[in-house]
């Protein structure tokens, strides 16, 4: 389907910083999209279906890389091997984010993905030393503190308090959160000095064949009522599009999981990590407005102010881990291309502040 991706090689100069905006935008664009696109395929598939579909069909973009690098030999040394429990743990977390969209409206789950911050902080105290002086900074406390705040309050504050499937939907958010936590530590554990286009490619064919597989036995119909959505048009009157239902499902698996990458890791190159991560956090805002537009959820007030106090608390830890690798850096007297070449793969938007927290440079997507 595509051509295997070319390392992106970390540049400077007004051209590359904006190529590196447009990525940027870009990458929020389409991560913003991922529970959009979820929320809007509820209606007509399970989640068991939308996730193994969309995780199939996304795979089949990396696959060349895979081919590529076997057919020149040169796929890093242990990759499949160290790519295995990332992905289970991948797995386990891509199900319960997508089941957590057929009990909740996306801004309230996306809110609510900013608590993957306190996992992380959570395993890496407990796996990394050398993560620990950071995380006992007052800064890093006070981000951390902001994030369980706003959280709480972005669930407990709508027009009542979450109950039955509504509770279930929450309780489905925070476990996707813990899940990509604990995926961006395992990433960083198992895949530590892996390219991080070959680790994301094999890691994305591992969780394709258990996406799949689950389908295959959960889905209904083993996940041939995706075939319904052949032929089914997408919008009406004047603003129907071109294609149908079916298209848009495995265009949003592009958009969301496999283009989102690639801008992601341009940016990355071109901006830095400290400014793309930063961007990304922007995502609850994207979501909750076109979830506004599209499906008419509302968030009160209070919600609003309490996902602000979240994002803004998860944007100083970023913040806070990047002042910290700047100075190791600067001790070390290593270019700041490293923070690419060291950076581990991600899988979804709701994961990109897990991200930055577990790599070397500031390890979140999802």
Not at 122 to 144: N, Q, W
Not at 326 to 334: M, Y
């Amino acid at each position: 389907m595509a051509s295997p991706p070319l390392s992106v090689a970390p540049s400077s100069g007004p051209p590359a910083r904006w190529v590196g905006v447009v990525a940027v935008v870009l990458t929020l664009v389409g991560w913003s999209s991922i529970p959009l696109f979820l929320r809007h395929f509820a209606d007509s598939i399970d989640f068991w279906t939308s996730n193994g579909w969309r995780y199939g069909f996304s795979a089949l973009f990396w696959l060349p890389v895979l081919i590529w690098g076997l057919a020149r030999r040169d796929l890093p040394a242990g990759l499949w091997r160290a790519a295995f429990w990332p992905s289970v743990i991948n797995c386990a977390a891509q199900v319960c984010f997508c089941w957590a969209h057929y009990k909740i409206d996306p801004g309230l789950l996306t809110f609510g993905l900013r608590s993957n911050i306190v996992f992380v902080t959570i395993g890496a105290a407990l796996f990394f030393a050398a993560e620990r002086a950071v995380i006992r900074s007052p800064g890093y406390l006070v981000g951390v503190s902001m994030v369980v705040v706003g959280t709480v309050g972005t669930m407990l504050l709508g027009e009542g308090l979450p109950r039955g499937a509504t509770l279930f939907g929450v309780i489905l958010a925070i476990a996707s959160g813990a899940g990509f936590a604990a995926y961006a530590l395992a990433v960083r554990h198992w895949m530590h000095g892996i390219n991080a286009i070959q680790s994301f490619a094999a890691i994305s064919l591992y969780t394709a064949v258990g996406m799949v597989a689950l389908m295959l036995a959960f889905g209904d119909r083993a996940g041939l009522t995706a075939l319904n959505l052949i032929g089914q048009p997408v919008g009406s009157g004047d603003s129907r599009l071109w294609i149908d239902q079916f298209s848009l499902l495995l265009i949003s698996a592009l958009i969301g999981i496999a283009f989102g990458h690639v801008a992601y890791y341009f940016s990355i190159a071109r901006l830095g990590l400290a400014v793309s991560a930063g961007v990304v956090q922007l995502q609850p805002f994207f979501v909750s407005i076109g979830s506004l537009m599209l499906f008419g959820e509302r968030l009160t007030i209070p919600q609003w102010l309490s996902g602000g106090v979240a994002v803004a608390g998860a944007g100083l830890v970023l913040a806070m881990q990047h002042v910290r690798k700047q100075a190791e850096v600067e001790r070390a007297g290593e270019p700041d291309a490293a923070e690419f070449d060291q950076l581990p793969p991600d899988h979804v938007a709701a994961a990109a502040a897990a991200e930055a927290h577990a790599t070397e440079d500031a390890r979140s997507s999802g």
